[in-house]
């Protein structure tokens, strides 16, 4: 199931995202898996779960949420391994995991094209894929990143260009029940001024992410309705 197309570097506002891009249920021996596009960016996820866990990571009052990003090529590295505790720590507050005590919910990124903004492309795909396999969720969750450039200005979603030139890039994850902070990952020099007006600035486009997300599973939920009654009758 798509939505939307993916934009070939589209001139854009600062204020803008990139074209967004979202496909569910594609990958077999899943319990949920979703293809997220966020311009050219392209990340796939997988969700599995409740499963068994090792009893080495069992804990008895809740599920354990594990998270493992593998890059284009090659096996995962101290990079990959930042991206996962990020995405883990984006995720586990808003599943529900004391529902599946002593068991295991498991979440596979796999970067297929990295045209800028990955963290946050990782984490929409993570969620949606969550989404697909029922995972038990209190609400969603959505990151956004941007770019700071040495004027001050924000750019929104940005392309590797923009992420090299700039002073700061910085992504946020928002929950959808009070957009509130998730998590926050920053890189380069910036001032609490300029962190603010950044934080702001996504969390305001997280609202957009939002949008598209349900608009993604009702678009999935009445395909696969008109599925079922063309199979009944």
Excluded: W
Excluded at 107 to 130: F, H, K, T, W, Y
Aim: with cysteine.
């Amino acid at each position: 199931m798509a939505d939307e197309a993916v934009d070939l570097n589209i001139p854009r506002f600062s204020s803008e995202l990139r074209s967004l891009r979202c496909e569910q249920s594609l990958l077999n021996k899943t319990d949920g898996s979703a293809s997220f596009f966020q311009g050219n960016t392209h990340v796939m996820a997988a969700a599995y779960g409740p499963a068994e866990v090792r009893s080495s990571k069992e804990l008895i009052d809740k599920a354990t949420l594990e998270v493992v990003f593998r890059p284009k090529v090659g096996l995962p590295g101290c990079a990959e391994k930042l991206l996962e505790r990020v995405i883990r720590n984006s995720c586990e507050p808003v599943v529900l995991t004391s529902r599946h005590p002593r068991s295991s919910l498991t979440i596979v990124v796999q970067l297929v094209q990295d045209s800028g903004s990955l963290l946050a492309c990782a984490i929409n795909a993570a969620c949606m894929a969550m989404i697909d396999a029922g995972f038990p969720m209190k609400c969603l969750v959505c990151a956004v990143s941007c770019a700071l450039n040495e004027s001050g200005d924000i750019q929104l979603d940005p392309s590797p260009e923009k992420e090299k030139s700039a002073c700061a890039v910085m992504t946020f994850a928002f929950d959808s029940a009070n957009k509130n902070v998730m998590t926050s990952s920053t890189t380069g020099s910036f001032t609490v001024q300029e962190y603010d007006r950044c934080l702001e600035a996504c969390r305001s486009a997280a609202t957009k992410l939002f949008d598209f997300f349900r608009l993604s599973v009702e678009r999935k939920l009445s395909k696969d309705a008109k599925f079922m009654d063309i199979n009944i009758a």
